[in-house]
């Protein structure tokens, strides 16, 4: 049974900056594509960031919303992907959705697999 588990949410300022943790287990691999996703209050849940180990040249993919200001990475041997973001806006509140599926590349909710419970990133202005 593959599990997510994302940490490191919380309240920060407006400018500040936050690393979202997510760890897998129960046989994810380092060839799964692993994504973050967020949902605001009352909104639906949208892409933010993904990666690819497979691919050569270009593996990772940003929502427009956060290009330059969040980057995805991800240590194989501690089976975690993590999501630095930085310079927050108030409107980047939302609970971070670690996902993951067995497949390329992808930025559609209904592509992914296996999510977690989320974790909640509150921006005050």
């Known amino acids: 049974q593959v599990q997510l588990a994302e940490s490191g949410g919380g309240l920060v300022q407006a400018g500040g900056s936050l690393r979202l943790s997510c760890t897998t287990s129960g046989g994810t691999s380092s060839t799964y594509t692993m994504g973050w996703f967020r949902q605001a209050p009352g909104e639906e849940r949208e892409f933010v960031a993904a990666?690819?180990?497979?691919?050569?040249?270009?593996?990772?993919y940003y929502a427009d919303s956060m290009k330059g200001r969040c980057t995805i990475s991800r240590d194989n041997a501690k089976n975690t992907v993590y999501l630095q973001m930085n310079s927050l806006k108030p409107e980047d509140t939302a609970v971070y959705y670690c996902?993951?599926?067995?497949?390329?590349?992808?930025?559609?909710?209904?592509?992914?697999?296996?999510w977690g419970q989320g974790t909640q990133v509150t921006v005050s202005s």
């Open positions: 996902a993951a599926r067995r497949f390329t590349i992808a930025t559609m909710e209904s592509d992914f697999e296996y």
């Open positions: 990666h690819d180990n497979r691919r050569s040249g270009t593996n990772t």
